[in-house]
Nanobody, 119 residues
Framework: QVQLVESGGGLVQAGGSLRLSCEASGNFVRINVMGWYRQAPGNQRDLVADISRHGSTTYEDSVKGRFTISRDTAKNTVYLQMNSLTPEDTAVYYC?????????????WGKGTLVTVSS
């Protein structure tokens, strides 16, 4: 099996920063793309940012210039540095990874970490 465990969420004031981490563990051959998604109450889960195994990144427009995704391939960990946070960033943040085990890659999700930004 594969487990993704997020950490780093919490309560922060508008303008503040948080750094999320997500570590993958278990039995697998390789992790390809890793990413962060978020879901606010009443909304669908949307991509925030993702990063390929080789470091190519994608960002949702509203976080460009404020959030930075990175990964430590050796540690099977992906990070999301979030700066200049606004109340609109309040959501549960989920980690997702595309993992190769003993066949085609498939996606796995973490359980999420809550980020609350107060005004």
């Amino acid at each position: 099996q594969v487990q993704l465990v997020e950490s780093g969420g919490g309560l922060v004031q508008a303008g503040g920063s948080l750094r999320l981490s997500c570590e993958a563990s278990g039995n697998f051959v390789r992790i390809n793309v890793m990413g962060w998604y978020r879901q606010a109450p009443g909304n669908q889960r949307d991509l925030v940012a993702d990063i390929s195994r080789h470091g190519s990144t994608t960002y949702e427009d509203s976080v460009k210039g404020r959030f930075t995704i990175s990964r430590d391939t050796a540690k099977n960990t992906v990070y999301l540095q979030m700066n200049s946070l606004t109340p609109e960033d309040t959501a549960v943040y989920y980690c997702k990874a595309f993992v190769v085990r003993n066949g085609p890659e498939r996606d796995y999700w973490g359980k999420g970490t809550l980020v609350t930004v107060s005004s």
